[in-house]
């Protein structure tokens, strides 16, 4: 099996910065593409970010780009996102992601396999 462990979340103001880590273990050679997803409070969980296995390849939403970085460690069994310039509608819990095939980053939550139970995000105006 696998487990993700999301951390970092926290509350911080408008154009502050946090940094999430996602830490995967058990039998990670079975993963792939890694993601983060957040959902706000009423929402749809949403797709954040996303990198290939050997993250020479990422994807973001349209409102993060810029903002967010996404990144990985394989080493270190480890997926960073970096949030900078933070607003207001970034706030939500973001969740980690994993699949385990091979192939395009995907944006829908129903395309990954394995979920970590999220950390909450809160940024005040």
């Known amino acids: 099996q696998v487990q993700l462990v999301e951390s970092g979340g926290g509350l911080v103001q408008a154009g502050g910065s946090l940094r999430l880590s996602c830490t995967t273990s058990?039998?990670?050679?079975?993963?792939?593409?890694m993601a983060w997803f957040r959902q706000a409070p009423g929402k749809e969980r949403e797709f954040v970010a996303g990198?290939?296995?050997?993250?020479?390849?990422?994807d973001y939403t349209d409102s993060v780009k810029g903002r967010f970085t996404i990144s990985r460690d394989n080493a270190k069994n480890t997926v960073y996102l970096q949030m900078d310039s933070l607003k207001p509608e970034d706030t939500g819990v973001y969740y980690c992601?994993?699949?385990?095939?091979?192939?395009?980053?995907?944006?829908?939550?129903?395309?990954?396999?394995?979920w970590g139970q999220g950390t909450l995000v809160t940024v005040s105006s």
């Open positions: 992601a994993a699949d385990r095939l091979a192939g395009s980053i995907e944006v829908l939550p129903g395309a990954y396999d394995y």
């Open positions: 058990g039998r990670t050679f079975r993963l792939n593409t």
């Open positions: 990198i290939s296995w050997l993250g020479g390849s990422t």
